[in-house]
């Protein structure tokens, strides 16, 4: 464990995340005003809810992050574009959109490509942070390896690994790889099935600079019980 990570830094490397089918305006209002409290760095959340968690965060610290084409990334260029400006004009301050992991399968490259320049763009025009979900349980790594170098060349903010609800997480292996790959000049998220202080800090080792986590406040509250034992 790096020997200067505070409750309060780990927090700041946390995407907290609600992205259920069916949450209630009293369930949002809890999470954003729990997140708050922790100052989580972003909630993570669907795109439709976004202008009503702007308004239970008030004047936080907190993001407010859209989750486009979640979880499939099956629509359109075009379509993925729409949501992305909807979301930013209703309050959004992160984008983690999903890559058309079909077009991926099939070469067919410009397409990935433009899908990425096109929401990064759009991003970029309205300082918003832009992130590119890849789903790496269903990619080879010629196709992992693809979609990076694709990366460098459009210059999104964050690479990150998945969207929590394929057939597979997060891995230390692939944070490792895509890290290796874009190095310095872009940063990686580490998303699904981080749900303890342990695999957090083999991500952030691994080279992650973000955690998408429901289990934000178990990470934190682990941390914070670790330090105190050892004082």
């Given at each position: 464990?790096?020997?200067?990570?505070?409750?309060?830094k780990?927090?700041?490397?946390?995407d907290?995340?609600?992205?259920?089918?069916?949450?209630?305006?009293?369930?949002?209002?809890?999470?954003?005003?729990e997140?708050?409290?922790?100052?989580?760095k972003?909630?993570?959340?669907?795109s439709?809810?976004?202008?009503?968690?702007?308004?239970?965060?008030?004047?936080?610290?907190v993001?407010?992050g859209?989750?486009?084409?979640?979880?499939?990334?099956?629509?359109?260029?075009?379509?993925?574009?729409?949501?992305?400006e909807?979301?930013?004009r209703e309050?959004?301050d992160?984008i983690?959109?999903?890559?058309?992991?079909?077009e991926?399968?099939?070469?067919?490259?410009?397409h990935?490509?433009?899908?990425?320049?096109?929401?990064?763009?759009?991003?970029?025009?309205?300082?918003?942070?832009?992130k590119?979900?890849?789903?790496?349980?269903?990619?080879?790594?010629?196709?992992?390896?693809?979609?990076?170098?694709i990366?460098?060349?459009?210059?999104p903010?964050?690479?990150?690994?998945?969207?929590?609800?394929?057939?597979?997480?997060?891995?230390?292996?692939?944070?490792?790889?895509?890290k290796?790959?874009v190095?310095?000049e872009?940063?990686?998220?580490?998303?699904?099935?981080?749900?303890?202080?342990?695999?957090?800090l083999?991500m952030?080792?691994?080279g992650?600079?973000?955690?998408?986590?429901?289990?934000?406040v178990k990470?934190?509250?682990?941390?914070?019980?670790?330090?105190?034992?050892?004082?």
């Amino acid at each position: 464990m790096k020997s200067d990570l505070t409750p309060q830094k780990i927090a700041k490397m946390i995407d907290q995340t609600l992205l259920k089918a069916y949450v209630s305006d009293e369930d949002f209002r809890a999470f954003c005003e729990e997140s708050a409290a922790y100052d989580f760095k972003m909630v993570a959340i669907n795109s439709a809810p976004v202008k009503k968690c702007r308004e239970f965060l008030g004047g936080s610290n907190v993001h407010v992050g859209a989750a486009i084409s979640f979880p499939l990334g099956q629509t359109t260029i075009e379509t993925k574009v729409f949501e992305t400006e909807t979301a930013i004009r209703e309050g959004a301050d992160e984008i983690d959109y999903v890559v058309n992991i079909v077009e991926l399968k099939n070469r067919n490259l410009d397409h990935i490509r433009r899908e990425m320049e096109s929401i990064v763009e759009v991003c970029r025009k309205a300082g918003v942070i832009s992130k590119v979900i890849f789903e790496n349980c269903y990619l080879t790594r010629e196709e992992k390896e693809i979609l990076c170098r694709i990366a460098l060349e459009v210059k999104p903010d964050f690479i990150k690994t998945s969207t929590g609800f394929g057939t597979g997480g997060a891995t230390e292996e692939d944070v490792r790889l895509m890290k290796s790959l874009v190095g310095d000049e872009i940063k990686v998220k580490a998303a699904g099935g981080i749900r303890d202080l342990d695999t957090a800090l083999a991500m952030i080792e691994a080279g992650a600079e973000r955690i998408g986590t429901s289990a934000g406040v178990k990470i934190v509250e682990e941390l914070r019980e670790r330090l105190a034992a050892k004082s």
